[in-house]
T-cell receptor, first 115, second 114 residues
Framework: GAVVSQHPSRVICKSGTSVKIECRSL??????MFWYRQFPKKSLMLMAT?????????EQGVEKDKFLINHASLTLSTLTVTSAHPEDSSFYIC???????????FGPGTRLTVT | DQQVKQNSPSLSVQEGRISILNCDYT??????FLWYKKYPAEGPTFLIS?????DKNEDGRFTVFLNKSAKHLSLHIVPSQPGDSAVYFC?????????????FGKGTKLTVNP
């Protein structure tokens, strides 16, 4: 149980375009989903927390208008990188949590490359 | 300000021996601690966790120890197997503004040699 999927696993886009990444909880309903970004040889950095049906809470330094998060249902959250730039190239990982448990279950990640 | 620290970027252990991965934290508000295992280009996989009210939690070959006074936790893997080779992240959780946040260390790359 507790499987989280992400799609696509890898995407290359041109600078200035937008990219949408989907995160799905496959066998459970996720009350809360998280989006992380991992830079090379660095830790996972939390970008935002989203609760189903409400606006996402962004971490300090993360641009809300650039990284649009939608958590429309208990099994789906999307991250849209708008007007992507090469510095947005990174590994984006989502996770989901089921209350009352504390563990977060992670998706396999999406490698974004902006050319 | 790094609230969760894994001071050893790498660790090499012989198969069958014990692997000990260490983690220190600074925020006394953390009340739940987790260890994740991660392979390259994959998402982290949850391994084991411990609540701040406990000092030990065991699950098969994995045991996590928590020393609250020292703000230190460790993950013991025994016996270590080559398949355990991966990056291990320590994470700590706390609640803020009604939401829970998970703070990760930078990870320790474990290599188990056959």
């Amino acid at each position: 149980g507790a499987v989280v999927s992400q799609h696509p696993s890898r995407v290359i886009c041109k600078s200035g375009t937008s990219v949408k990444i989907e995160c799905r909880s496959l066998d459970f309903q996720a009350t809360t989903m998280f989006w992380y970004r991992q830079f090379p040889k660095k830790s996972l950095m939390l970008m935002a927390t989203s609760n189903e049906g409400s606006k996402a809470t962004y971490e300090q330094g993360v641009e809300k208008d650039k990284f649009l998060i939608n958590h429309a249902s208990l099994t789906l959250s999307t991250l849209t990188v708008t007007s992507a730039h090469p510095e947005d190239s990174s590994f984006y990982i989502c996770s989901a949590r089921v209350r009352p448990r504390w563990e977060q279950y992670f998706g396999p990640g999406t490698r974004l490359t902006v050319t | 300000d790094q609230q969760v620290k894994q001071n050893s970027p790498s660790l090499s252990v012989q198969e069958g021996r014990i692997s000990i991965l260490n983690c220190d934290y600074t925020n006394s508000m953390f009340d739940y601690f987790l260890w994740y295992k991660k392979y390259p280009a994959e998402g982290p996989t949850f391994l084991i966790s411990i609540s701040s009210i406990k000092d030990k939690n065991e699950d098969g070959r994995f045991t996590v120890f928590l020393n609250k006074s020292a703000k230190h936790l460790s993950l013991h893997i025994v016996p270590s197997q080559p398949g355990d080779s991966a990056v291990y992240f320590c994470a700590a959780s706390y609640s803020q503004g009604g939401s829970e946040k998970l703070v990760f260390g930078k990870g320790t790359k474990l290599t188990v040699n056959p």
